[in-house]
C-alpha cells in the first residue's frame, strides 16, 4: 500500500492510524481529517477489501466527507472514519471489537465511532465496552440516538422532495418516478416514506430477494442492481456504497435529479461537471445524508455534557437538511456553479479551510 499521504484523497488530514492487533486478527484504519469544530466523528465501516489500498481510500475520503457533513448539519464536530478490514467470509469477532474498542480509546476522544455499513447497535456496545468514545448505543424509545438509519432514510427523503420541488416544481412526491439503488435500513426507509406519499417506486439491490421483498411491499417493481441506474425515472435515488457515479454510470442515466443517501456517490470531483452537463440536479450526499450523524452525535453531546437532547431537537435539525440543499441550488442558479463545488466552499469555510 502506497503511503497514504501520497493518495488522491489525501487532504491534510490531521492524523491517520494504522491498527494492527496480532492477537484478534484486527487490521482497521482510523483517519481523522479535521478537529476544527470538535471531536472527528464518523462511524465504522466493516467490509472486505480485496485491495488494502482500497480501504485506505475509503477511509481518507469517508473522514472528509464526515468533516463537510458535521459542518454543513451545524455539529460541534470535525470528521473522522475508521474502516476494519474484514476477510472474504466478513469475519467479526468479540475480540476484533474489543481490540478496536481500545484502539478508539487510545486516541484520547479526537474520534469518536458509530455504525457504518457491517456494523450494528450490538458492535457498538461492545466497542462500548473499551471506550466512552462511541455512539449510536441503545437509548429508551423516544430518546436521541440508537440506530441512525431511520433518521437518515427520513432526512434523504425530506432532502428529495426539496430535489423535486426545486427541479420539477412539485410539492409532493405523488407520481414522482424514484429508481433507488440500496434497500437496507436507508434505502428501504426512504422506499417506504416516498411510496407512502405516492411516488412510483423501482427498487433494487445485490440481494435481490430483499430488492422484491421491498417492492412487494411497498406496491412497487424490482430490477437488477445492475440496471436500476438506467431506468428511466425522475430521480434516481443511490443508497448503498459509493462512487456510483462515475465515467459510465453517469451517461445511462436518465432522470432529472440525483439524491440519494449514499456516502462519496461521485468517483471523482469531475463526475459533478459531468451530470452538471447532462442537466442533472445533485444533491450534495454529506449534505441529505446528515440526518443520522445528527441522531447519533446528539446523542454524544448531550451525554458528554450532561444534559441529553430530546425528539423535537433532533427533528428540528433534521428538517433543516432540504434548507440547506435549497441554499446551494439558489446560490447554483445565481453563480451557474455546481452544486458540488458550492456545497464544498460553504463546508471548508466552516472547518476552517475556506
Same mark, same amino acid.
Not at 501520497?6 to 481529517?33: K, P
Not at 458535521?70 to 475508521?82: D, R
Not at 452525535?297 to 428538517?319: A, F, S
Given at each position: 500500500?502506497?503511503?497514504?499521504?501520497?493518495? +488522491?484523497?489525501?487532504?491534510?488530514?490531521?492524523?491517520?492510524?494504522?491498527?494492527?492487533?496480532?492477537?484478534?486478527?484486527?487490521? #482497521?484504519?482510523?483517519?481523522?481529517?479535521?478537529?476544527?469544530?470538535?471531536?472527528?466523528?464518523?462511524?465504522?465501516?466493516?467490509?472486505?477489501?480485496?485491495?488494502?489500498?482500497?480501504? *485506505?481510500?475509503? +477511509?481518507?475520503?469517508?473522514?472528509?466527507?464526515?468533516?463537510?457533513?458535521?459542518?454543513?448539519?451545524?455539529?460541534?464536530?470535525?470528521?473522522?472514519?475508521?474502516?476494519?478490514? !474484514?476477510?472474504?467470509?466478513?469475519?467479526?469477532?468479540?475480540?476484533?471489537?474489543?481490540?478496536?474498542?481500545? #484502539?478508539?480509546?487510545?486516541?484520547?476522544?479526537?474520534?469518536?465511532?458509530?455504525?457504518?455499513?457491517?456494523?450494528?447497535?450490538?458492535?457498538?456496545?461492545?466497542?462500548?465496552?473499551?471506550?466512552?468514545?462511541?455512539?449510536?448505543?441503545?437509548?429508551?424509545?423516544?430518546?436521541?440516538?440508537?440506530? $441512525?438509519? $431511520?433518521?437518515?432514510?427520513?432526512?434523504?427523503?425530506?432532502?428529495?422532495? #426539496?430535489?423535486?420541488?426545486?427541479?420539477?416544481?412539485?410539492?409532493? !412526491?405523488?407520481?414522482?418516478?424514484? +429508481?433507488?439503488?440500496?434497500?437496507?435500513?436507508?434505502?428501504?426507509?426512504?422506499?417506504?416514506? &416516498?411510496?407512502?406519499?405516492? #411516488?412510483? *417506486?423501482?427498487?433494487?439491490?445485490?440481494?435481490?430477494?430483499?430488492?422484491?421483498?421491498?417492492?412487494?411491499?411497498?406496491?412497487?417493481?424490482?430490477?437488477?442492481?445492475?440496471?436500476?441506474?438506467?431506468?428511466?425515472?425522475?430521480?434516481?435515488?443511490?443508497?448503498?456504497?459509493?462512487?456510483? !457515479?462515475?465515467?459510465?454510470?453517469?451517461?445511462? !442515466?436518465?432522470?432529472?435529479?440525483?439524491?440519494?443517501?449514499?456516502?462519496?456517490?461521485?468517483?471523482?470531483?469531475?463526475?459533478?461537471?459531468?451530470? +452538471?452537463?447532462?442537466?442533472?440536479?445533485?444533491?450534495?450526499?454529506?449534505?441529505?445524508? &446528515?440526518?443520522?450523524?445528527?441522531?447519533?452525535?446528539?446523542?454524544?453531546?448531550?451525554?458528554?455534557?450532561?444534559?441529553?437532547?430530546?425528539?423535537?431537537?433532533?427533528?428540528?435539525?433534521?428538517?433543516?437538511?432540504?434548507?440547506?440543499?435549497?441554499?446551494?441550488?439558489?446560490?447554483?442558479?445565481?453563480?451557474?456553479?455546481?452544486?458540488?463545488?458550492?456545497?464544498?466552499?460553504?463546508?471548508?469555510?466552516?472547518?476552517?479551510?475556506?
Amino acid at each position: 500500500m502506497a503511503a497514504f499521504w501520497t493518495e +488522491a484523497d489525501w487532504d491534510e488530514h490531521e492524523q491517520v492510524e494504522v491498527v494492527h492487533d496480532r492477537a484478534s486478527g484486527l487490521t #482497521a484504519i482510523i483517519a481523522v481529517h479535521s478537529t476544527h469544530l470538535g471531536p472527528g466523528a464518523g462511524g465504522t465501516r466493516f467490509w472486505h477489501y480485496p485491495d488494502p489500498a482500497l480501504a *485506505m481510500r475509503d +477511509a481518507l475520503r469517508l473522514s472528509r466527507g464526515m468533516s463537510y457533513k458535521n459542518a454543513m448539519a451545524g455539529l460541534p464536530m470535525g470528521g473522522g472514519k475508521a474502516v476494519v478490514l !474484514l476477510d472474504e467470509n466478513r469475519t467479526k469477532t468479540p475480540e476484533m471489537l474489543a481490540a478496536f474498542g481500545r #484502539a478508539v480509546n487510545d486516541l484520547g476522544g479526537r474520534y469518536v465511532t458509530a455504525e457504518d455499513v457491517g456494523a450494528s447497535v450490538a458492535d457498538m456496545v461492545a466497542i462500548s465496552a473499551e471506550t466512552q468514545h462511541v455512539c449510536g448505543l441503545p437509548v429508551e424509545e423516544g430518546a436521541v440516538g440508537g440506530d $441512525p438509519g $431511520p433518521f437518515t432514510a427520513m432526512g434523504v427523503f425530506l432532502g428529495i422532495k #426539496a430535489a423535486v420541488r426545486h427541479k420539477l416544481g412539485q410539492d409532493s !412526491l405523488e407520481g414522482v418516478r424514484i +429508481a433507488l439503488q440500496g434497500c437496507g435500513s436507508v434505502g428501504g426507509g426512504v422506499a417506504r416514506l &416516498a411510496a407512502a406519499e405516492g #411516488a412510483r *417506486m423501482t427498487v433494487a439491490d445485490v440481494d435481490a430477494a430483499r430488492a422484491k421483498t421491498l417492492a412487494g411491499q411497498i406496491g412497487g417493481e424490482a430490477v437488477a442492481a445492475e440496471t436500476v441506474a438506467t431506468v428511466a425515472c425522475d430521480v434516481f435515488s443511490p443508497n448503498a456504497l459509493g462512487a456510483i !457515479l462515475n465515467d459510465s454510470s453517469i451517461p445511462q !442515466l436518465d432522470c432529472a435529479i440525483v439524491a440519494g443517501g449514499a456516502n462519496n456517490q461521485l468517483a471523482r470531483p469531475e463526475h459533478g461537471r459531468m451530470l +452538471a452537463e447532462r442537466g442533472i440536479l445533485y444533491a450534495p450526499d454529506y449534505v441529505i445524508n &446528515a440526518a443520522g450523524i445528527i441522531d447519533v452525535g446528539l446523542e454524544y453531546l448531550g451525554r458528554r455534557e450532561g444534559k441529553p437532547y430530546t425528539m423535537d431537537d433532533l427533528r428540528e435539525r433534521i428538517g433543516m437538511i432540504p434548507e440547506r440543499l435549497s441554499a446551494i441550488w439558489r446560490e447554483c442558479d445565481e453563480t451557474g456553479e455546481r452544486p458540488d463545488v458550492v456545497a464544498d466552499r460553504m463546508a471548508q469555510r466552516l472547518i476552517g479551510r475556506g
